[in-house]
Nanobody, 121 residues
């Protein structure tokens, strides 16, 4: 079993930055693919970013490329999402997820409880 706890959300003005953290407990290591998803009010949950197991290859949805950076610290069992140049459309609940497989856009087995990110214009 893997438990994921997100933190770092909050309210920020457009153009600002936030860093989300996802602390993993249980049996986690670099063999897990880690992802970030978000869900805005009235919308479906969408993929934001992921980092592959072992090789740390990163993936991003087009709308966040160049602004968000996903990284992982295996020694701390923590995954980060650095979000810069935030826009009001980035407002959502952000979820951390983990899976053993290699497909990064879905099929995640474990999810955190989510952290709210609100960006004011």
């Amino acid at each position: 079993q893997v438990q994921l706890v997100e933190s770092g959300g909050g309210l920020v003005q457009a153009g600002g930055s936030l860093r989300l953290s996802c602390a993993a407990s249980g049996r986690t290591d670099s063999s897990y693919t880690m992802g970030w998803f978000r869900q805005a009010p009235g919308k479906e949950r969408e993929f934001v970013a992921a980092i592959s197991r072992s090789l740390d290859i990163t993936y991003y949805t087009d709308s966040v490329k160049g602004r968000f950076t996903i990284s992982r610290d295996n020694a701390k069992n923590t995954v980060y999402l650095q979000m810069n140049s935030l826009k009001p459309e980035d407002t959502a609940v952000y979820y951390c997820a983990a899976r053993k497989g290699t497909y990064v856009y879905g099929g995640y087995d474990y999810w955190g409880q989510g952290t709210q990110v609100s960006v004011s214009s």
